[in-house]
């Protein structure tokens, strides 16, 4: 060879060549904790490697899609990453969603990474059960396969259920993950001393961005599993996590101040938290940070919210606020969001028809209403399908249960109307109550503060449907409650004959 010619490097993905840095001059340092075990960077490393040789005589081309069943996060992570080697687009789906509508993203896939059972009859499956892991980690180190790394164009599949709880499925691209993870950095400022709680599955989106934003800068990632996540926080001094707004419910039990460990960074996703969070959050973490975010799956960070509802919009995307006739609406006037920019999904995938109501001439439409302040802020003002129809009169749902929720006898709420021609346009609460709760004058305290008359139907939840970002499902509500009415109504009429 010439002289001054270098040898070809690897072709690896940055995640890869993060990683292998990392091995290489911080081998014993904390890559992962899952359930009390903890997994250096050298391990890591070594072990996706030896994932890659066992992967290789059937993994399928580059842009191939892999759906890959959640079990250990830490074999889930290292079969993520070894796929991503490839250049294979991956999906997460846990056990639980084995069902008809997930047959849509297994029917669509070229290898399916099972861990419990066959999920789709036809589809190439692994079982990655206890003996594959056994034989695959004994495996000798063998990097040279490495060189021959295929970054691709797709990069992962992301799955949203939203308010409905139907699935939908949407391309991520490298670009768009790429974003993603530099805005993850940007915000979370992630170290190698980061102490990251990821509290959910890789099924919760913000928690893949986050792990992996975590992993390139050499952090370390705690998986919290069953844990209470607050505790989990406490216990491992975490520096940082990623929590949906449900959970802050959590915070009304804790009793004493500066329960959490000084100078915590946790990123909001999911939704806003109410005042009452707010005001628990400093009492048990005087010197923390909450970092609030407006998205969607579809979308990425849509604004950052910079006091209750009102929000920054990024300066990647476009936003405008559009009436019924899709007309942009001038500034100051309450309508229905919509935007566009590269970090935006185009159309939902493996479905015969498309969604109008949501992606239409190159605008995406969350569902969501809001006012356009100027260019770049916007006001929240709630979801088209969180509006609560009290006979004739659009009250936000969300704002009646952060009424109800400031109330102190109450952990958690929701709020829905059935449109039912045997209900009578009443409001019905869901309410979970702290033990030893009074609630005999909550309707009461409850009616003066709604902005119109209106009956209130109590009754007590032990816990509320909830999708796997924390949003109520309400339809769920709205169909049992539907169904309770009618047969009460039924049995009444049973009883008179």
């Known amino acids: 060879p010439s002289m001054g010619r270098k040898h070809p490097q690897p072709s690896l993905t940055r995640t890869l060549t993060a990683l292998a840095g990392h091995a290489r001059m911080r081998p014993d340092a904390a890559a992962i904790l899952d359930n009390s075990i903890s997994i250096s960077y050298q391990t890591l490393w070594q072990d996706i490697c030896r994932t890659i040789s066992m992967l290789e005589p059937i993994v399928p081309e580059p842009e191939?899609?892999?759906?890959?069943?959640?079990?250990?996060?830490?074999?889930?992570?290292?079969?993520?990453?070894?796929?991503?080697?490839?250049?294979?687009?991956?999906?997460?789906?846990?056990?639980?969603?084995?069902?008809?509508?997930?047959?849509?993203?297994?029917?669509?896939?070229?290898?399916?990474?099972?861990?419990?059972i066959r999920p789709h009859r036809t589809c190439l499956t692994i079982l990655c059960d206890d003996l594959w892991w056994e034989k695959t980690l004994s495996k000798p180190v063998n990097t040279v396969a490495l060189r021959d790394s295929k970054p691709a164009k797709n990069h992962r599949i992301a799955c949203s259920s939203g308010t409905t709880g139907a699935p939908k499925f949407m391309m991520r691209t490298s670009a768009q993950s790429e974003f993603r993870f530099s805005q993850n950095q940007k915000r979370l400022v992630l170290t190698q001393n980061s102490r990251l709680v990821l509290p959910a599955t890789f099924a919760?989106?913000?928690?893949?961005?986050?792990?992996?934003?975590?992993?390139?800068?050499?952090?370390?990632?705690?998986?919290?599993?069953?844990?209470?996540?607050?505790?989990?926080?406490?216990?491992?001094?975490?520096?940082?996590?990623?929590?949906?707004?449900?959970?802050?419910?959590?915070?009304?039990?804790?009793?004493?101040?500066?329960?959490?460990?000084?100078?915590?960074?946790?990123?909001?996703?999911?939704?806003?938290?109410?005042?009452?969070?707010?005001?628990?959050?400093?009492?048990?973490?005087?010197?923390?940070?909450?970092?609030?975010?407006?998205?969607?799956?579809?979308?990425?960070?849509?604004?950052?919210?910079?006091?209750?509802?009102?929000?920054?919009?990024?300066?990647?995307?476009?936003?405008?606020?559009?009436?019924?006739?899709?007309?942009?609406?001038?500034?100051?006037?309450?309508?229905?969001?919509?935007?566009?920019?590269?970090?935006?999904?185009?159309?939902?995938?493996?479905?015969?028809?498309?969604?109008?109501?949501?992606?239409?001439?190159?605008?995406?439409?969350?569902?969501?209403?809001?006012?356009?302040?100027?260019?770049?802020?916007?006001?929240?003002?709630?979801?088209?399908?969180?509006?609560?129809?009290?006979?004739?009169?659009?009250?936000?749902?969300?704002?009646?249960?952060?009424?109800?929720?400031?109330?102190?006898?109450?952990?958690?709420?929701?709020?829905?109307?059935?449109?039912?021609?045997?209900?009578?346009?009443?409001?019905?609460?869901?309410?979970?109550?702290?033990?030893?709760?009074?609630?005999s004058d909550i309707q009461q305290k409850l009616k003066s503060h709604l902005p119109i008359k209106a009956d209130i139907h109590l009754y007590t939840v032990d816990t509320i449907p909830r999708g796997p970002s924390g949003k109520i499902q309400r339809h769920t509500v709205a169909t049992r409650l539907r169904h309770h009415i009618r047969s009460a109504a039924q049995k009444k009429t049973q009883s008179m004959i």
């Open 64 to 116: 191939a899609l892999a759906a890959v069943e959640w079990t250990s996060p830490y074999r889930h992570v290292v079969l993520l990453l070894a796929l991503e080697h490839f250049g294979v687009v991956t999906a997460t789906y846990r056990a639980q969603e084995i069902g008809d509508e997930y047959q849509r993203l297994f029917s669509h896939s070229d290898l399916i990474a099972a861990a419990t």
């Open 204 to 439: 919760f989106q913000a928690n893949y961005l986050s792990f992996i934003s975590c992993m390139r800068v050499g952090g370390l990632c705690i998986f919290a599993g069953d844990a209470p996540l607050f505790q989990t926080l406490k216990e491992q001094s975490a520096t940082h996590s990623i929590v949906i707004p449900m959970e802050f419910i959590a915070l009304k039990s804790m009793d004493h101040r500066n329960a959490l460990p000084p100078g915590l960074k946790i990123l909001i996703v999911g939704g806003s938290l109410t005042p009452a969070d707010r005001a628990a959050w400093r009492e048990v973490c005087p010197t923390g940070t909450l970092i609030e975010l407006y998205g969607t799956n579809e979308s990425g960070t849509i604004a950052e919210i910079q006091s209750d509802t009102r929000g920054k919009i990024i300066p990647e995307l476009e936003v405008q606020v559009v009436d019924d006739n899709d007309i942009p609406l001038p500034y100051g006037k309450e309508g229905t969001i919509r935007l566009r920019g590269e970090p935006c999904a185009t159309h939902y995938l493996f479905e015969e028809h498309p969604r109008p109501e949501r992606f239409r001439e190159g605008w995406f439409y969350p569902g969501d209403k809001a006012i356009l302040e100027d260019a770049s802020h916007l006001q929240l003002l709630g979801r088209d399908d969180d509006l609560l129809n009290v006979r004739g009169y659009k009250i936000p749902a969300a704002a009646i249960e952060e009424i109800v929720k400031g109330f102190p006898e109450v952990i958690d709420c929701c709020a829905t109307t059935i449109q039912d021609p045997l209900d009578d346009g009443a409001i019905w609460l869901g309410v979970r109550f702290s033990p030893n709760a009074d609630f």
